[in-house]
């Protein structure tokens, strides 16, 4: 493990050496990128990581960036601390990004009030404070395509259709895992909700940081309660950790759901054969035969412009990292187009994300047909609401389990509204939107 770290620190300095470009440079648009090679969640961080440089480095080489400017890549490694990741904040603000990409909740909740001051809109892609969907109170933060709150609710719909109907849930026992941490923590209030709704029995399986890979005691209170379902909201090392304690412990793999999260390729591999069945929700597809990906082997693997191996691309976690700077991408060219600059700063960017509308047509312009559904965001909705299905683990990789699920809006979206004005209540000096709606085309 020690030599394991050491090698993907040294590979993490290598990388923000060869991607870093002047930041400064008006022919360039700088976006940095909060990673983490490094430490207890490297295993899953370093797929995402990858996915995210690769997709900017393929519009670099294949398009010479976005709009004929280039994009300057500078990742900055928090190893999943929050302190670290302020610090990386506070370190490259002064060179004029365009968005920041906490990729942890802990992260993003000390970023949430800096946003309007600092005027660079904050991308948590299905992360983060599921509050801040209420464009009203937060319009510089963006969660797109869905929040954990709608991801717990596609939960609840998912064991509703397995079990007969949602007045199945009735007198069921439901369980979450979690890390003990503010991520960890994010789906409690709708799963609350939906169980006095629909009167089924809700148990917390909280896992602290530290015992991310001792979970022998929260699997043997689970068997104990008699746990129909779980969900599990967990990352990095708890999540193969997880996998292979409900198959020690004879948990029916197919009754156990990951979030989106929790759907890493190693998560499943490490339970084995017996993890077979083991489910994960998601928004976007497995797989390199997309074009999208062929285009990433072509203009970046085998430049050696990246650290990802050829056999990782299509990966689930890599393909999230692709999502996720694609929905950038998305808007820094939304944002070109409002404004007819080419070089576009934070407030034109956050323009950008509050008119993005991403069609089929565009999709499959991207060459991403088959590999995501449509999204929008509205001004009064930062996330979108957005489909997702379960993914299922078939042996060797992820494979589409479901269609396409709407959240339980009726459900979600109130305690959105409601959470969001709770939150700017308790600051006094919280500012009021102050900028304008921008309309999706």
Known sequence: MKKYLTMTALAAVTTLAATAMPAQAQDSIYVPLLTYRTGPFAGSGIHIANGMHDYLQMLNQRDGGIGGVKIAIEECETGYDTKKGVECYESTKGKNPVVYNPYSTGITLQLIPKAAVDK????????????AADGTNFPWIFNPPATYWDGASVFIKHVAAVEGGLEKLRGKTIGLVHLDAPFGKEPIPVL?????????????YPVPAAQMQNQGSVWLSIRRDRV????????????????????????????????????????????????????????????????????????????????????????????????NSMLIAEAIRTAQKITGKKAVNGEDVRRGFEALNIT?????????????????ITCEDHSGQNKVFVSQWDGTKYVKASDWMDPIKDVVRPLIEAEAKEYVSKDAGWPKRAVACEKAS
């Open 360 to 376: 089929e047509a565009r999709l499959k312009e991207m060459g991403m047909e088959g590999f995501a559904n449509p999204m929008k």
């Open 228 to 323: 129909d379902w779980i969900y599990n909201q967990g990352w990095g090392a708890m999540n193969p950790t997880a996998v292979k304690e409900a198959v020690k412990n004879n948990f029916p793999m197919d009754k156990l759901v990951g979030v989106w999260w929790a759907g890493g390729d190693d998560d499943a591999r490490a339970g084995e054969a017996g993890a077979k069945g083991y489910k994960t929700l998601n928004f976007h597809n497995t797989g390199n035969t997309f074009p999208v990906m062929q285009d990433i082997l072509k203009h970046v693997i085998d430049k050696n412009l990246s650290q990802a191996k050829r056999e990782q691309v299509g990966e689930n976690l890599y393909n999230r990292g692709v999502y």
């Open 192 to 204: 609350e909700a939906m169980a006095k709704k629909y009167e089924f029995t809700l148990k917390l």
């Open 120 to 131: 660079v809109p904050v991308l948590s892609m299905a992360y983060g404070l599921s509050a």
